[in-house]
């Protein structure tokens, strides 16, 4: 958990509200992620490493399989984030997954991956700030909500 505090505390530096007018950015992110807390219960069950996708890593996985390790390296690495579409994500996370992933946010499949496809390339940059992604990948989902939830609650 330290390591993710001291990555959430250097990503935030001082910055205290995120308007929900904002766009792009941490600011925008949060805003998206205060406007539907499920969807940061999703993005966890992703990155964590406890989930039955095998955290950054696996999610990496899916994405090198689908032809997509490059975007997933974007996001990543110190460089621009390349976008990902809606449609991508379907692709990387398959027909079951989004299923239940839409299910859990009370959305349509296309609508799910939408916001992941929104969130994702910035939560995960942000989550790996030098460009590396952690030894020991991004903890287990109940971490990362509890350190996300906080840094939402905090604003």
Do not use: C, K, Y
């Amino acid at each position: 958990m330290g390591l993710l505090d001291s990555v959430l505390g250097s990503v935030l530096g001082g910055q205290q509200t995120a308007q929900a007018g904002q766009s792009g950015g941490l600011g925008g992110l949060l805003a998206m992620l205060l406007n539907n807390p499920q969807l940061l219960q999703v993005a966890a069950s992703l990155l964590g490493n406890d989930g039955q996708h095998g955290g950054l890593g696996g999610l990496a996985g899916r994405f090198q399989q689908a032809g997509l390790g490059d975007v997933m390296a974007s996001w990543i690495g110190t460089g621009e984030n390349q976008p990902v579409s809606g449609a991508q994500i379907g692709e990387v996370l398959g027909q079951d997954t989004l299923s239940g992933l839409a299910q859990q946010l009370g959305v349509s499949e296309s609508d799910a991956a939408g916001q992941l496809a929104s969130i994702l390339p910035g939560l995960i940059d942000h989550l790996t700030p030098g460009g590396q992604a952690p030894q020991g990948g991004l903890g287990n989902a109940g971490d990362l909500l509890g350190m996300l939830g906080g840094l939402l609650g905090g604003r």
